[in-house]
């Protein structure tokens, strides 16, 4: 991914226009086909033993400058020892090509499968690529995939979502696991998938390894960390970033409420419970928790344990008003997760591991670029109280060069 598209505040500071930053993405994705072309050709990977004494050899690259719709592309063409290779791509003097549109982004950013690039190719160029080939492509775009994981990120978020959600794998055979997400929300209000990771089951040490590595990036200050209550995964948040907020999802801590309550008694609880949550502020949610747990304690033993520590409950409620209902839930990176099920729901299973970990990168570097777009009035309108409390946890003041991706 370019460095506009991962650096959104570099578009603010060096004055770069959305149809440049198309143009990049066109280049970046046609000199990654051009890359897997050679391999086809010369029937050997680069750097492969094979190629030894072959007979013919890889000999670098030489620039040709293409006009396109989003303008002039600069193209890497490889060549060959013996002067016999040409690219598929384009004719030898062709220096035209206004026929690339978002079918190519498409193409890179989201995820396609080996079947849906090589019809893609043959749709749009007119010669179909080797199944060979294809399967080169999908090699060259796990490098985005490692760049993803690698990326800087930057050093302020409100809030970090912590949560998993289930996709077919397989192994030997094909079963569920758990992708772990970190969807964070910066000071302005933009959400960013921060980082994944797949593993069988969801599980602590999964989600330590992502916050160590998020911390790698550049992430220093958190204000609050929002999960669904799984496990001790609030303390494991608070180890990684002490001065954080751990706040419990109160869609989780209903339905574990009325797990334990009769049927006949949960439409008066629930609404009760949303009384708790909607509070103007900490001291009166406290009042009314209270109240509601003096009120059916007596019939419900189980409630308490239920209902948590008052401070993971209303840790939502250190944040502005106007932002407040944002945090109380994790219905943000549900939405994300949803969106992902929905999307793998047609391939059914993912062969192996780097497969699935090529189709969500794609789908999550889609997703920060289209959220960057998006407005947050309430953000914008509350960004002073929102440093304030930046300031008051971790101490001084940020320097806005510090605060943007590297």
Partial sequence: ????????????????????????????GLNLLLETEPTEFLKYAKYDPKGYNSGNSR????????????????????????????????????????????????????????????????KTYGFFYSPQSVSNITQVLQKEVNKFHKRQLNKRYIAIYCDATYIPLKRNIVQKEALHVLLGITPDGRKEVLDYAVAANENNSIYR???????????????????DGFGHLGMTCNEVFPKAKHQCCWVHVSRNIRAYVRKADWAIMA????????????????????TYLNKWYTKYPKLLEKMYD???????????????????????????????????????????????ERFVCALYEKYNEEQYFKSAVPFEETSIEINQLFDEVYGGELNFKENVYT
């Fill in 59 to 122: 000999n670098g690259y030489y620039e040709r400058t293409v006009k396109s719709v989003f303008g002039k592309l600069v193209l890497n063409i490889p060549r060959d020892r013996n002067g016999e290779f040409s690219n598929k791509l384009f004719s030898p003097y062709q220096r035209i090509c206004y026929d690339l549109g978002n079918e190519i982004i498409q193409m890179f950013k989201q995820g396609s499968t080996t079947r849906e690039i090589s019809n893609f190719i043959k």
């Fill in 310 to 356: 008052p401070e993971e409950l209303f840790a939502f409620m250190t944040l502005p008003e106007r932002i407040r209902k944002s945090f109380y839930t994790t219905n943000a990176l549900e939405g994300l997760n949803n969106l992902l099920k929905r999307q793998t729901r047609k391939k059914e299973m993912f062969p192996n591991e780097n497969s699935m």
């Fill in 271 to 290: 609404e009760e419970v949303k009384m708790i949550y909607t509070a103007d502020d900490k001291e009166q949610a406290t009042e009314r928790m209270v």
């Fill in 209 to 227: 390894q992502l916050l160590e590595n998020i911390k790698e990036r550049g992430v220093k200050e958190v204000l609050l960390f929002v999960t």
């Fill in 1 to 28: 991914m370019n460095n506009y598209i991962t650096n959104p505040f570099n578009i603010i500071n060096n004055g770069v226009s959305i149809t440049e930053i198309l143009r990049q993405e066109v280049q970046r």
